[in-house]
Nanobody
Framework: QVQLVESGGGLVQAGGSLRLSCAAS????????MAWFRQVPGKEREFVAA????????YYADSAKGRFTISRDNAKNTVYLQMNSLKPEDTAIYYC??????????????????WGQGTQVTVSS
């Protein structure tokens, strides 16, 4: 069982930056692939970025490439999402997710076994 707690969300002006953190409980964090998703009310939850267990493999949605960076610190049981050059369309609730198995499709919600409660990111224009 893994519990995920996101933090770091908030209100920022367009062009600004935020760093989200996701702290995981449990001793086996390093065995999990991790990802960030986001959701706007009334829309489907969408993939943002993912990282393999070792941190060597990363994957991004087209909307995140060049602006967001996902990273992890297995010693701290934490995954991060550094978000730069934020746009109003990045406004959403951001969720952290963990997969205990081999991920076939990083964008598919059902690949992930555990989810955090989400943190709100609001980008003003």
């Amino acid at each position: 069982q893994v519990q995920l707690v996101e933090s770091g969300g908030g209100l920022v002006q367009a062009g600004g930056s935020l760093r989200l953190s996701c702290a995981a409980s449990g001793r086996t964090f390093s065995r999990y692939s991790m990802a960030w998703f986001r959701q706007v009310p009334g829309k489907e939850r969408e993939f943002v970025a993912a990282i393999g267990w070792s941190g060597l493999s990363t994957y991004y949605a087209d909307s995140a490439k060049g602006r967001f960076t996902i990273s992890r610190d297995n010693a701290k049981n934490t995954v991060y999402l550094q978000m730069n050059s934020l746009k109003p369309e990045d406004t959403a609730i951001y969720y952290c997710a963990a997969s205990a198995g081999v991920v076939g499709n990083w964008r598919r919600l059902t690949e992930y076994n555990y989810w955090g409660q989400g943190t709100q990111v609001t980008v003003s224009s």
